[in-house]
């Protein structure tokens, strides 16, 4: 087992007390995913992380780090401290302290777990890289992420995530980026804002974070790129990158070739004309793409090799992943964005399926449910979505939820394909209305649960193979 940590460096950052010389693994949070010789952190959230301190201590942790006395755990085992999640954020802190990798910290209404990902495989090619696991961007998974993070890291990027505002404050603080990126700022979180401005603002907090001679990375083609700015001055950034199509960017997009299951484009780098193909389809895609080139280039990597290296990405699970589901009555296409949806981002997934090429007789097939957090507006905006559903020629709409009734009295009839209030009832119908040659595309707000939706498309597939 490599060492993360000791038990005596841990009570050093969180000033905590321990009674063993141990080494420590990796760091868990959970159980279920807890690996021999991690350090468990007894979080107190929705469950508390004490009640399973003991079986932590069974599947092989190390130790675990808690704020009271376990029966039934030996003292031993544990360390203890006032706060368990503020023992955490010692550990991320001191860790940030303690290496000399060059940071970066990635936001946006949209695409900054696709743009970190992007980041964290690209950099990897070029240095040892860690990154934030999954969406780990809040008040926990921010700390967590940085206490995971090894002594020989290079490159580190580190997802940061807000529905309020305030809560990026106090995450990249812990950060301390050298590089800070707003990929953009779209309506999402409305329910707790009162404009989109007011977003963009909460978006910039990401700046008063950088280290002295930090670099902002902001999208060019947003309306609130003069916003965004006057925070990262305000933050005194020693440079700031511009990435998008608009005249002036540092990172321009020329042209963009899209295609079905990838994209050419042609850019200028800085003033440097290049040409790369990325290996994930949609416009967006593509222009996440320049704004991984700024970072990979202001955290001192190669952004040209970078750029050739662009071929490799994929689409993400739940992100537009997409997979050809052999079923017993013929092949079809799932294209699976379930992992969570707003207005901009459900606009480009309808545009990257309208781009799809069925199969014979096939159909392109949308299935939503519905985008959460939109407070007002929400009716509205899930209406809209029939606007671009028929620019884009999708065939069928299947809605899930009580906000996709909307948009379901929106579509025109030819295209109604089923409605239902759960994703549970709708898989039940998008299931029964599969042809061979169909493209499916589901995607909805993670409480919408349009997972549920995905798993029986995918569950043609296993029947046939069983």
Known sequence: MSSLWTLKAIADATGGAHRLDAVVGGISIDTRTLEAGDLFVALQDTRDGHAFVGAAIERGAAAALVSRDVPGVAPEKLVRVADTLKGLEAMGRARRIDIAARVAAVTGSVGKTSTKEALRHLLSLQGSTHASAASYNNMWGVPLSLARMPRATRYGVFEIGMNHAGEITPLTAQVRPHVAIVTTVAAVHLEHFASVGAIADAKGEIFSGLEPGGVGVINGDLEWRDRLTAHARRAQASRLIFFGRAAGCDVRLLSADLHEEASDLKIELFGKSLSYRIGAPGEHWALNSLGVLAVISALGGDAERAAHDMV?????????????????????????????????????????????????????????????????????????????????????????????????????????GGYSDTSSDIAQAVVKSIQPGDVVMIKGSLGSKMRVVVEALRALGAAQRS
């Open 312 to 416: 490799t990405l994929n689409a993400l699970a739940g992100r537009g992943a997409r997979e050809r589901i052999r079923g017993g009555g013929g092949d079809f296409d799932l294209i699976d964005e379930s992992y969570n949806a707003n207005p901009l981002s459900m606009e480009a997934a309808i545009a990257t399926l309208g781009r799809a090429l069925p199969g014979q007789g096939g159909r392109r097939i949308a299935v939503l449910g519905d985008m959460l957090e939109l407070g007002p507006t929400g009716d509205s905006l899930h209406a809209g979505l029939a606007a671009p559903l028929k620019a884009h020629g999708i065939d069928l709409v299947f809605a899930s939820g009580p906000l996709m009734r909307h948009l379901w009295h929106s579509v025109a009839e030819h295209q109604r």
